[in-house]
């Protein structure tokens, strides 16, 4: 009989953890390409978090790393650092983590962290892209997924999914409507990571041993 080698992912959140979930119901304790599939840790700068308890009920560690009392980003950083490497993940995930990481807490995982973004770089990096593409007057708006690198919201993208945007549409319409798309493509990229199929070469994505292009893979 053959063991499988679980592939490992740790993920960090700050709030209600909806991606977590998606994550959780489509790849937690799965087989992928002969391999297990393991949500091992659920990490998160605030207690309060809902995503926490997404995690406890399915039985995955879970840890707070609180930045009350920290001084210094890099401190902050140094102490999520030592509750990443207790788990020795194969790819961080994050997942609603509102916090700026350091150039080297990011340089020390690059590679091997992504991120899902609510916006279609690389438009709206940062916050309140619903509203701001809205302002905009844009007809689509949707979401990413892109590796971290040390510039905020700017490392290559690896796939995105459209959606319209309406007259009518108040920011949580919009909202609403990309958080159905992100819970499609953010375990698909896992997917493709576990599996070897994706990984990141001199600042660019690579799935299938082709470089993506700016806006990531686009279906023929």
């Known amino acids: ?10 993920v960090l959140i700050s709030g209600n ?9 489509k790849l937690h304790n799965s087989e992928l390409a002969n391999q297990k599939v393991e949500v091992v840790a659920v990490i998160s700068n605030k207690a309060d978090a809902y995503g926490l308890q997404r995690a406890s009920d399915a039985g995955i560690n879970t ?10 980003r890099e401190q902050y950083d140094l102490l999520l650092s030592e509750a990443i490497d207790t788990f020795q993940p194969d790819l961080i995930l994050m997942a609603g983590f509102m916090r700026i990481l ?19 770089l690389p438009k709206y ?12 007057g844009d007809s689509e708006h949707g979401a990413s997924v892109h590796f971290v690198t040390p ?16 007259a ?13 798309q992100e819970h499609l493509i953010y375990p698909l990229v ?17 799935l299938d041993g082709e470089i993506l292009p700016e806006n990531g893979y686009a279906a023929d």
């Open 190 to 206: 896992t997917q493709w990571f576990l599996s070897e199929r994706l990984m990141m070469v001199n600042s660019q994505a690579v």
């Open 125 to 136: 990096q940062g916050v309140n892209t619903h509203q701001r593409a809205i302002d905009a």
């Open 168 to 180: 009518e549409d108040t920011a949580e319409d919009l909202a609403e409507r990309v958080l159905t």
């Open 63 to 72: 840890q707070v790393v609180l930045s009350e009392g920290i001084n210094s």
């Open 151 to 166: 510039e905020l919201d700017s490392g290559p993208t690896v796939l995105q999914a459209k959606v319209p945007v309406f």
């Open 17 to 25: 953890g909806t991606n977590l979930q998606a994550i959780i119901d």
């Open 1 to 10: 009989m053959t063991t499988l080698v679980t592939k490992k992912i740790v």
């Open 102 to 120: 350091s150039t080297q807490f990011v340089n020390k995982y690059i590679g091997k962290m992504l991120n899902i973004h609510p916006s279609l």
